[in-house]
């Protein structure tokens, strides 16, 4: 994954974080990127006052800080010979101190462990969950059993061809990232790739509905042409990318194509599970340019149903909520 320059890595520096720290590391090494590790502390509320009156809140924030950047420091020490690794303890909400580092260092990736929650329950209103939706970087969600190497890596985009030209240019922005990264990381952990696209037949069931009593023969005949379009579609995208890492990588890699009719909020996290994928790689924001628009239904359902590591992307463009104010 050779676009990856600037990486920053969340770890608690009371779990450690192995798996996102061991990735981070080698990720880095294998790109000759910088790599950050960060943590962040709860802001300390002073409960007194000194005798002139002055607020001790500073001394009381300094303490965990330093502890904090000694556990990092500590971390990355057995790292130190492989390359020079950066610590730094924000303070206050995660999520946002977070996303405010990414714009003060302009990272290209953010990797972090998933909360240890439910899935479920870490997706619906966690500080992950707000990554995904506002980060301005690709995020890298990582299981905390990790294993060391991915074996199935699978790749969800979406080449429908019927949105407005701004939207579709976007949209297939983002579908040759997707797929970009998605080749690079199985090409490194000698992973198959999984490539899929759900496509639907808008208006199949009106035509057959009693309003319209479209003749059958023509409902098929419309349900095939749609399934040939997104095929065609499925396989430009594959060779637009061909293009752009080179042929031997993906005839190495022989990518499994997924042409399913369906919704993609059903259909991928059903696919995800049949071949037991270790890593999503997806995009999830479809408009770029709207500041506060995060993801769309389906890549939120879609994320809510999933149980492995994803690396979610945005298009280029996207413009988050967050900014340097306090």
């Not at 790292?79 to 303070?91: F, K, P």
């Not at 506002?134 to 890596?153: F, M, T």
């Not at 701004?166 to 297939?172: K, M, P, Y």
């Not at 979610?312 to 463009?317: D, V």
């Amino acid at each position: 994954m050779k676009r990856f320059k600037i990486i920053l890595c969340a770890i608690d520096p009371e779990t450690a974080d192995s798996a996102a720290l061991e990735r981070a590391v080698t990720l880095a090494e294998n790109n000759q990127a910088s790599l950050t590790l960060v943590t962040v502390a709860e802001p300390v509320v002073p409960l007194i006052e000194t005798t002139q009156g002055a607020s001790i809140d500073a001394n009381l924030q300094e303490t965990p800080a330093d502890e904090h950047i000694g556990a990092l420091q500590a971390l990355a020490a057995p790292y130190r010979e492989r390359l020079t690794i950066q610590a730094r303890v924000l303070i206050g909400t995660p999520f946002l101190e977070l996303i405010r580092e990414v714009l003060r260092g302009r990272y290209d990736l953010l990797i972090k462990v998933t909360e240890r929650l439910d899935w479920l329950e870490r997706f619906l209103g966690s500080d992950d969950m707000h990554l995904l939706r506002r980060c301005p970087c690709p995020v890298w969600l990582i299981r905390p059993d990790e294993p060391s190497n991915y074996q199935c890596i699978l790749a969800a985009v979406d080449v429908d061809d019927t949105y407005p030209p701004a939207e579709l240019q976007s949209r297939q922005a983002l579908n040759r990232q997707t797929l970009e990264m998605a080749v690079s990381l199985a090409l490194s952990d000698f992973a198959a790739l999984h490539l899929v696209h759900v496509w639907d037949a808008i208006g199949e069931s009106a035509m057959r509905g009693a309003f319209l009593r479209t003749p059958e023969e023509q409902v098929i005949g419309y349900v095939e042409q749609v399934r040939r379009r997104s095929a065609a579609n499925l396989d430009a995208l594959l060779g637009d990318v061909t293009d752009r890492v080179g042929s031997d990588a993906v005839s190495y890699l022989k990518p499994q194509l997924h042409l399913i009719k369906g919704y993609a909020r059903d259909e991928i996290p059903a696919l995800a599970k049949r071949i037991d994928a270790d890593l999503i790689v997806m995009g999830t924001v479809a408009r770029t340019g709207v500041p506060g628009f995060f993801m769309g239904n389906t890549a939120e359902t879609i994320l809510n149903q999933i149980d492995c590591a994803v690396l979610a992307i945005k298009p280029p463009g996207f413009v988050t909520p967050v900014t340097l104010d306090a």
